[in-house]
């Protein structure tokens, strides 16, 4: 028997939560309860110029989710802090929009006249929501994505043409060239486990609708996963666990049982299912503490008790007996399995697309190719393979042959074969290329990878400090935030004296660092621009 006192450990979250996470304190003072409290999204853009006096403008808002439209009267350019234009009132809000899988159109105008300047809103038959302007200044349109999968663009009634947006814009942001959304859907929403759990280890959690809230929301969900880091940021952008599975809205609430098998697998039990599981990726150390990693979402969790995992590999869920591996089709055991089993269903789909065949599989391919896009990654000793992050390789097999450059042809041959055919206006058809652009994205930026970066930086240390010429590389470094002031004086005093001594300086700054897929992109420019891009690993992060 193991010992009862392991059992009663009360968990806490850690003090370090998003910015959209509220903890509550039980009796006791341990902080065991976390929910969603929306505060910030940093997700607001501008009109790329001032609107023109009595001129009818539109906002279209595409998804769900919420946002607000508001004004400045400050020049974009001339804002320094947009947080900080907001609480100082420079930047003004004057409507609230919630809207679910809809269209949602909101006119705008800055009305001129006798009465002075004034910016309207109004939405179908709804009252106008007017704000009283200073007649002498310009006015900028400001959109605030506060979260949820949305778009949004702005443009002339009258001529139909498209506004661009400022260069100016919020941090989670994510502009294309017309249209804006968020980076991040759900932002700041991680909460983490104060301490870390072991191989054999669990923690118990209770799900509920929070408390108070007015009604049941359209959407709700948490996600659950797995980090050997601790959240070191509450407004971050960049959590991404190992492992993480979503549960949406009613399938989220109850108690939960989330642990680590004693050979490294995760599991996700209600009651004596287990409802998910995968083994832990490669790259994780799990002779290390794992920390257990939440997204809340319009929903409250509490940590009850620590807790024995007893899952037996062989037994997936409790109660059932093992099931006999000779009848299992060699290719579901093969570890690379996953990447060929989607190579083979883009073959099938595209074949069915080229005969205008409507099949179950052209019919579930946008959700197939986005369930599949979350569950790879990069084999890290060579960055252009994909490997699927549920598995492992076995001992003795050969890397992947697939790359990221594979997958990204096959999936624009569908799109050619939907536009020769003359399918893309039809509903099914536009839901495939929507996945595509949308993965196609995502499966580029697997390839900026800061493992990657700063694996070849130490692979290569000895040619990399012999060769580099650390000026004027530093100086962009140091434009784009990578370095910090003194950091850079210190390179500059070490290059007067001595290249090499300096080379070994900016060698243990960049290597110890991790990076966002944006600064990975702006030091591969930095090399580039200086001519020195053969010092990276042979990959376009773009």
Known sequence: ??????????????????????????????????????????????????????????????????????????????????????????????????????QCVVDIMKKDGIGGSKFVTKYKDDSPQIKDL???????????????????EIKDKDSGASLKFHKKRDRNIKPTDLMISLRSSIPFAYACAEKGISRGQGIRVRVEHI??????????????????????????????????????????????FVCISKKGKFHLCRGDLCIYSKALPTEMNLELPM?????????????????????????????????PTENIPPETTDPSYVIFEMFNAIRIVDEDIKSRKMTPEVRKFSDDLTEYVKHISLDRSNAEYLTPISTRLAEGEGKPTLTINDLLKKLEGIEKTIVEQ???????????????KVNREKIAEKRVDSGVFTNHLQNTCADFIANVDAFPLCDHLLQIGIFHQ?????????????RQDANRS?????????????????????????????????????
């Open 134 to 152: 200073l007649s002498s200044n310009d006015v900028w349109a400001v959109i605030y994505l506060k979260f949820g999968n949305i778009t949004a």
């Open 422 to 436: 003359h399918l893309e206006r039809q509903q099914d058809y536009m839901k495939i290329l929507e996945a595509i």
């Open 291 to 323: 920390y257990v990693c939440f997204e809340i979402f319009r929903v409250q969790i509490e940590l009850m008790d620590t807790s024995y995992c007893e899952h037996s590999e062989a037994v997936e869920n409790p109660g059932e007996e093992p099931k």
């Open 486 to 498: 003194i950091q850079f004086e210190t390179i500059l005093d070490e290059h007067k004296l001595s």
């Open 1 to 102: 028997m193991e010992p009862s006192l392991y059992q009663r450990v009360k968990p806490g979250f850690s003090e370090i939560v998003g910015e959209n996470i509220e903890v509550d304190l039980d009796p006791a003072g341990n902080p065991v309860k976390a929910k969603w409290n929306f505060s910030n999204s940093c997700g607001l853009a501008f009109s790329g110029s001032p609107l023109g006096d009595n001129r009818k403008y539109e906002i279209i808002f595409s998804g769900s989710g919420h946002a607000r439209i508001g004004l400045t009267q400050n020049d974009p350019d001339h804002i320094r802090d947009i947080q900080e234009a907001v609480r100082k009132n420079q930047i003004l809000f004057v409507s609230d929009v919630r809207y679910h899988k809809r």
């Open 211 to 256: 408390k108070n809230m007015e009604k049941k929301p359209n959407s709700f969900h948490l996600g659950i996963g797995i980090s050997d880091k601790k959240l070191m940021s509450g407004s971050s952008l960049d959590i991404a666990p190992f492992l993480f599975k979503k549960l949406e809205k009613d399938e989220c609430l109850g108690e939960f």
């Open 506 to 542: 900016l060698f243990r700054i960049l290597v110890k660092k991790e990076y966002t897929p944006e600064q990975l992109r702006s030091i591969w420019k930095a090399f580039s621009v200086t001519k020195q891009d053969s010092l990276l690993p042979k990959l376009d992060p773009s």
